[in-house]
């Protein structure tokens, strides 16, 4: 089984960029109804920057790939976005060491743990956290359980898009949906789903690997 | 979506070659989008940096020059700047008397304050003190949320700290200000129609020719509620009512109180609003020291007001009337 190196990293970066463009207006919809309609835009140019950074400058090491990604996601997209998305995986860089899934698993938990410190929220905010939080923790249960990272990926991906669809009738206590208040009930958070794509890409794109 | 734009992709930055163009007293820097002050960084002088997402015209550029601002930020669209900007702005007004950030309480924009204020610190003896506004008493203050708002306040707050700054006081005493008028100012808001994004091509809520929401931020979020249009008469009490229960503002020296257009309400219904604004006060028994009317905290081309009102005393006042020369807000001087 091949390695979860620079090459399968960058391949999730990619598959995230292109989940990212393809989603773009849905995403924007879902900020539009509780938020301020940019998340699909924002996010769409820091991804499309990534990729093209990482073009310009391939890396053989994995954790650079990680950090080019943070690096240019704090640079370009503003907002909550580009600093929680960038601190995931700057985190996610700085802890990654090693190219099996057990280092992927711990590089993601890092990447949620600076998430948690960076936007001071919890789950239950409705916020992005209410998917990365059970996919980090569904990933790391599938490891324990023997499973190969392909399969426990695939678990992540379920558990963010079910964290995803549990935000819908949350009131927001985060984030600029939380300015709503009751109003916020009834939608889906769109961070939670952009954060389901990010997990959703990874097990298309790192399945086989680990 | 009919708006006066090349490529929406494009609108931040062409926005700011126009405003350079029409400026030439101010310095842009086009790479790191960050409007400076001409003379800037003014040695001795306690540097302020503002900024936010672009759509809020004049604010923050149009508030950078003489007794205010020496740099502001401009992110894209209603998106919070990035730190690496915040962090060139903070590096080019820095005096050698330290910095302060004027952050509006938007959580992209705290956060990347925060992080700009980590990178000029780790690499310079730079000192850098952080005021967030949060004025708008439409939104529940607690511990569990994102905390109210900053809207209006923070036009006062860059008037007051930029003429304190401008006197040579030190850091502490300007962030002092800016903390004072922060704490005695409560906002709240209204809409008649939505905002268009350019990216986005379409208005950011429906809202019926009937209807109108209260309680609406500046960035074409919807408001905590909906109700029938009504006259400006009680549209005036809606704004100022929960503003002064928020806050106690009889007695002392008055008010200043602020009427400012969203972006696509002309001043002919702007100077009406301010009459009902100042009927309403006066039942309350709060007298008016000094007024501001006009758009200056906008939502690109929504339609609305909100209201601002701060507590003065004698030495805000003072400040008030202290000279400010930038593109947008000049007396004085």
């Not at chain 2, 494009?10 to 790191?32: I, K, T």
């Not at chain 2, 080019?92 to 910095?99: C, I, K, M, S």
């Not at chain 2, 967030?132 to 036009?155: E, I, N, P, W």
């Not at chain 2, 009927?279 to 339609?303: C, F, H, I, Q, W």
Request: charged share 20%.
């Amino acid at each position: 089984m091949s390695a979860v190196d620079a090459a399968a990293l960058t391949a999730w970066v990619r598959e995230f960029a292109r989940l990212v463009h393809e989603q773009r207006d849905a995403l924007t919809q879902l900020d539009a109804a509780i938020g301020d309609a940019d998340h699909g835009a924002n996010l769409d140019r820091g991804m499309t920057a990534a990729v093209a950074a990482l073009e310009a400058q391939p890396a053989d090491d994995p954790a650079a790939v990680l950090k080019t990604v943070a690096t240019t996601l704090i640079k370009t997209v503003g907002g909550a976005s580009g600093p929680l998305y960038g601190t995931f995986f700057l985190r996610a860089a700085g802890a990654l060491d090693g190219d099996d899934g057990r280092a992927l698993a711990a590089a993601v938990r890092a990447g949620y743990d600076g998430v948690v410190a960076r936007g001071k929220a919890e789950r239950g905010d409705k916020t992005m956290l209410d998917a990365l939080g059970p996919a980090t923790d569904a990933l790391d249960e599938a490891l324990a359980a023997g499973k190969p990272l392909g399969e426990a990926l695939g678990a992540a991906a379920q558990a963010a898009a079910a964290g995803r669809d549990a935000t819908e009738p949350l009131v927001a206590r985060k984030g600029r949906a939380s300015y709503l208040g009751e109003r916020s009930a009834g939608h889906v958070d769109p961070g939670a789903a952009s954060t389901t794509l990010l997990v959703e890409a990874a097990a298309t794109a790192l399945a086989g690997r680990g | 979506m009919k708006k006066l734009i090349n490529d929406p992709a494009d609108v931040v930055p062409e926005a700011l070659r126009g405003l350079a163009a029409a400026h030439p007293e101010l310095r842009v820097d086009h790479e790191n989008r960050v409007v400076f002050r001409g003379d800037a960084p003014r040695q001795g002088k306690v540097g302020l940096v503002s900024g936010g997402g672009s759509g809020h015209e004049p604010m923050h550029a149009g508030f950078v020059g003489v007794g205010m601002l020496d740099a502001a930020c401009a992110g894209e669209v209603f998106t919070s700047p990035v730190p690496d900007q915040m962090a060139a702005a903070t590096r080019g007004v820095d005096g050698g008397a330290g910095v302060l950030h004027i952050v509006k309480n938007y959580t992209g924009d705290v956060m990347n304050f925060e992080m700009a204020a980590e990178l000029v610190q780790a690499e310079s003896d730079t000192e850098v003190v952080s005021v967030v506004t949060d004025d708008d008493v439409a939104v529940q203050d607690s511990l569990y949320t994102a905390g109210r708002r900053g809207v209006g306040v923070t036009v006062l707050v860059e008037k007051l700290a930029g003429a304190a700054a401008e006197e040579g006081r030190p850091l502490a005493a300007v962030a002092d200000i800016a903390k004072r008028v922060n704490v005695n100012g409560r906002s709240m808001g209204m809409a008649l129609t939505s905002c268009t994004v350019p990216a986005a091509g379409r208005p950011t809520f429906d809202l019926p020719d009937d209807e109108m929401e209260i309680g609406i931020g500046i960035h074409g979020e919807p408001g905590r509620r909906r109700v029938p249009l009504a006259p400006a008469r009680e549209v005036a009490e809606m704004l100022v009512e929960p503003v002064l229960s928020d806050l106690d503002m009889t007695g002392g020296d008055g008010v200043i109180a602020f009427v400012n257009g969203m972006g696509g309400t002309p001043l002919l219904e702007l100077y009406l609003m301010y009459a009902e604004v100042v009927a309403v006060l006066e039942k309350a028994g709060v007298g008016v020291a000094r007024n501001l009317v006009g758009s200056y905290m906008t939502s690109l081309d929504m339609a609305g007001c909100s209201v601002t009102l701060l507590k003065a005393d004698d030495e805000l006042l003072r400040l008030w009337d202290a000279p400010v020369r930038t593109p947008s807000l000049r007396w004085g001087a």
